[in-house]
């Protein structure tokens, strides 16, 4: 092959890359961030109730307290307890009640977070991640709690 036409090949093919992991990144709005490291994490949640958003409609609220420990519950729904920890870049909470972890990339974002989950599909908004002065309010057994 002439030299000429090796040098133009080897150009469409990086700017056929750069093309792929520019659209990657507009696709994945968490990859252009920085996750958070768990002690990051930690300090910035601990003894703090969070809701959980997507386009600014709230899903789930949290408590988080000493010790990396969780009260986590869907909007009318039961509490349920569990802990959080760090697996590389990635937050994981692990429920009482549940043996699969929930791992989650993190990073600040504006007066709160961003999260995504880590099998969100290419192109899943972010959720956001708010601090509230709201009560977690639990249905079922531990009403109130």
Same mark, same amino acid.
């Given at each position: 092959?002439r030299p000429?036409?090796?040098g !133009? +090949?080897?150009?469409a093919?990086?700017a056929?890359?750069?093309?792929?992991?520019?659209? !990657?990144?507009?696709? @994945?709005?968490?990859?252009?961030?920085?996750?958070?490291?768990v002690?990051?994490?930690?300090?910035?949640?601990?003894?703090?109730?969070?809701?959980?958003?997507?386009?600014?409609?709230q899903?789930?609220?949290?408590?988080?307290?000493?010790?990396?420990?969780?009260?986590?519950?869907?909007?009318?729904?039961?509490?349920? @307890?569990?802990?959080?920890?760090?697996?590389?870049?990635?937050?994981?909470f !692990?429920?009482?009640d549940?043996?699969?972890?929930?791992?989650?990339?993190?990073?600040?974002?504006?007066?709160?977070l961003g999260?995504s989950?880590?099998t969100?599909?290419? $192109?899943?908004?972010p959720?956001?991640?708010?601090?509230?002065?709201?009560? +977690?309010?639990?249905?079922?057994?531990?009403? $109130?709690?």
């Amino acid at each position: 092959m002439r030299p000429a036409l090796t040098g !133009l +090949l080897a150009q469409a093919t990086l700017a056929s890359a750069t093309l792929a992991l520019a659209s !990657l990144a507009l696709a @994945s709005p968490a990859l252009a961030q920085t996750p958070m490291t768990v002690e990051e994490f930690e300090s910035a949640v601990t003894g703090k109730t969070m809701d959980y958003m997507v386009r600014g409609t709230q899903y789930g609220r949290e408590v988080y307290l000493p010790d990396r420990r969780v009260r986590w519950a869907f909007t009318a729904q039961e509490c349920r @307890s569990g802990s959080y920890y760090g697996d590389g870049p990635h937050i994981c909470f !692990l429920y009482d009640d549940d043996p699969q972890p929930k791992c989650w990339l993190i990073w600040a974002e504006g007066d709160g977070l961003g999260a995504s989950y880590i099998t969100d599909d290419p $192109g899943t908004e972010p959720r956001q991640v708010l601090e509230t002065d709201q009560p +977690l309010a639990c249905e079922g057994p531990d009403v $109130g709690v």
